[in-house]
Nanobody, 117 residues
């Protein structure tokens, strides 16, 4: 239901833009978010956007470097990642917090981001 694209390998200081697209209209979105999981670590929150109003949230580790946004139609959410660091290396997941759910309940398959030093 969610398809992430845009991952890859980049040098430290570089940029990548991740995209997350869904054509599924069976759910209403309370929020959409990005999470990541590095090898040997638990999955962690990166950024999110409330669908109504567009309020955004960021983990302290990415504030000022990453920007979450969405297209006008609302089918795609983006994560622009600038000034990437080796510690940003992880599998990045897009997720939907559907209206009526207590938490993020729809997940993409993940896309690998590797930042070399």
């Amino acid at each position: 239901q969610l398809v992430e694209t845009g991952g890859g390998t980049v040098q430290s200081g570089g940029s990548l833009r991740l995209s997350c697209t869904t054509s599924d209209t069976t759910f209403s979105r309370y929020a959409m978010g990005w999470f990541r999981q590095a090898p040997g670590k638990e999955r962690e929150f990166v950024s999110s956007m409330r669908w109504s109003g567009g309020t955004t949230y960021y983990a302290d580790s990415v504030k000022g470097r990453f920007t979450i946004s969405r297209d006008k139609i609302g089918n795609t959410v983006y994560l622009q990642m600038n000034s990437l660091k080796p510690e940003d290396t992880a599998v990045y997941y897009c997720a939907v917090h559907a209206v009526g759910s207590r938490t993020y309940n729809i997940w993409g398959q993940g896309t690998q981001v590797t930042v070399s030093s």
